[in-house]
């Protein structure tokens, strides 16, 4: 039975869900030096306004995950849901012609969903976010809306015949098709994209702790190789390891009980330096949003040292300038076939080149962050080609509701 065969929500222009101030804007507040006790401050001042108590109990949910407090920030997004799965992105600067963004949403952390308000609050859209609750149906009512965008990063196998089936469903134009989440799986990933002439993406196990600790190698990972645990992002407990020895130094000092091995794929360039890009499709358009420098294999652009160093910005920079002459075009023909296996509307990857000259694909997702938070003063070139992104993700949605009359921002 579909699952819209139960109830089909009515769409009504009268929905006001609570206003939430949303991952993006307190992101930014954090990254420009505030602390958990001035962004506390801020919701605080927000919803002493609104008196909502769910949509406050969901902003602090993101401002706790921002303080690295998980377990917190997730009980108070539990405790939010409980009473609404519907809110609304404030914001001050979108006109009543604002094209009307629809969110669905699953549970979880920063990492869950894509986080579309780094996006949307640079243009003129409203944006709702509805979250799909396991075991609930959806509201009998929800907001009329010109697109719906499919959120979720990552869905237990339940979540995603339910996605699938709303997505076939849906009464307006939707983005972000959900069948194709399970190649995007850290372990599923490379057999995905295995057979693209000129790319390469590393293989990948999951491997019990059991297994690793009784030394059976069933898996056809070799020395040295990378493990991190089921869940992990951002580097958090990656390490490269070795031989057995360091394998079983890394579980010593490690809980976890699941694990994620990776071929080691050396990806210096002739300087010696590491380089990563991190390439958002839009409509199939390749964008480069950021590329960091480092001598560390394991590059993240925190920790790479890009606000400290002039000429890694000036290389990240020039990047930018020459990616749809250099980089794109080298590389166009896997990323034409790399669509084709995806399949998303909007979705992005972590990569590098190989020293052979293959596209290296690290990671592909939808729950990536795509931003123009770092400074001006020191990253003006981000600001003309962030602008090409929004401006590209303004026109995939208007792409999708050409029926609706509604303003853009200037540009």
């Known amino acids: 039975m579909h699952v819209l065969d139960d109830y089909r929500p009515e769409l009504s222009v009268s929905v006001n869900p609570p206003a939430v101030l949303?991952?993006?804007?307190?992101?930014?507040?954090?990254?420009?030096?505030?602390?958990?006790?001035?962004?506390?401050?801020?919701?605080?001042?927000?919803?002493?306004?609104?008196?909502?108590?769910?949509?406050?109990?969901?902003?602090m949910s993101v401002a706790c995950q921002l303080a690295f407090r998980r377990a917190e920030g997730l009980e108070n997004l539990n405790a939010a849901?409980?009473?609404?799965?519907?809110?609304?992105?404030?914001?001050?600067?979108?006109?009543?012609?604002?094209?009307?963004?629809?969110?669905?949403?699953?549970?979880?952390?920063?990492?869950?969903?894509?986080?579309?308000?780094?996006l949307t609050n640079h243009l003129n859209v409203r944006l709702d976010l509805l979250y799909l609750l396991p075991g609930k149906p959806l509201p009998a009512v929800i907001p009329d809306h010109d697109v719906a965008f499919f959120a979720a990063g990552e869905a237990t196998p339940e979540t995603l015949s339910r996605l699938c089936g709303l997505f076939a469903a849906w009464p307006r134009p939707a983005l972000n098709d959900p069948r194709f989440l399970p190649a995007m799986q850290r372990d599923t990933l490379s057999r995905s994209l295995s057979g693209i002439p000129l790319l390469r993406s590393p293989p990948t196990v999951a491997v019990a702790r059991?297994?690793?600790?009784?030394?059976?190698?069933?898996?056809?990972?070799?020395?040295?190789?990378?493990?991190?645990?089921?869940?992990?992002?951002?580097?958090?407990?990656?390490?490269?390891?070795?031989?057995?020895?360091?394998?079983?130094?890394y579980l010593r000092l490690s809980s976890e009980q699941s694990f994620y091995l990776t071929e080691f794929e050396d990806y210096r360039g002739p300087d010696g330096l590491y380089?990563?890009?991190?390439?958002?499709?839009?409509?199939?358009?390749?964008?480069?949003?950021?590329?960091?420098?480092?001598?560390?294999?394991?590059?993240?652009?925190?920790?790479?040292g890009m606000?400290?160093?002039?000429?890694?910005?000036?290389?990240?920079?020039?990047?930018?300038?020459?990616?749809?002459?250099?980089?794109?075009?080298?590389?166009?023909?896997?990323?034409s076939a790399l669509h084709k296996r995806m399949g998303f509307d909007f979705y992005s990857i972590d990569c590098s080149e190989t020293r052979d000259g293959r596209l290296l694909v690290f990671e592909a997702d939808t729950a990536a962050i795509i931003h123009l938070m770092d400074p001006p003063d020191l990253f003006p070139y981000k600001q003309p080609q962030m602008r090409r992104v929004f401006d590209a993700f303004d026109d995939l949605l208007r792409s999708r509701a050409p029926d609706r009359e509604a303003r853009r921002f200037d540009r």
């Open 22 to 59: 949303g991952t993006g804007t307190l992101t930014d507040f954090a990254y420009q030096g505030n602390g958990f006790h001035q962004i506390r401050r801020r919701i605080a001042d927000h919803h002493d306004v609104r008196s909502n108590e769910a949509a406050r109990l969901y902003d």
């Open 275 to 304: 380089r990563k890009y991190r390439v958002a499709f839009i409509d199939r358009r390749p964008f480069l949003c950021h590329m960091a420098v480092s001598q560390h294999w394991m590059v993240h652009y925190l920790n790479a």
């Open 210 to 249: 059991s297994a690793l600790e009784a030394g059976t190698k069933s898996w056809d990972i070799s020395y040295p190789c990378l493990i991190r645990p089921h869940g992990s992002h951002a580097g958090s407990g990656l390490a490269r390891v070795e031989n057995q020895g360091q394998l079983r130094d």
């Open 307 to 335: 606000t400290e160093s002039a000429a890694k910005r000036d290389q990240e920079a020039a990047a930018m300038a020459e990616f749809d002459t250099g980089f794109a075009r080298r590389h166009a023909a896997a990323f």
């Open 81 to 118: 849901l409980e009473s609404c799965n519907l809110f609304r992105v404030a914001r001050d600067n979108a006109s009543s012609g604002a094209l009307r963004l629809l969110a669905l949403v699953a549970p979880g952390d920063l990492m869950t969903n894509t986080p579309l308000d780094f």
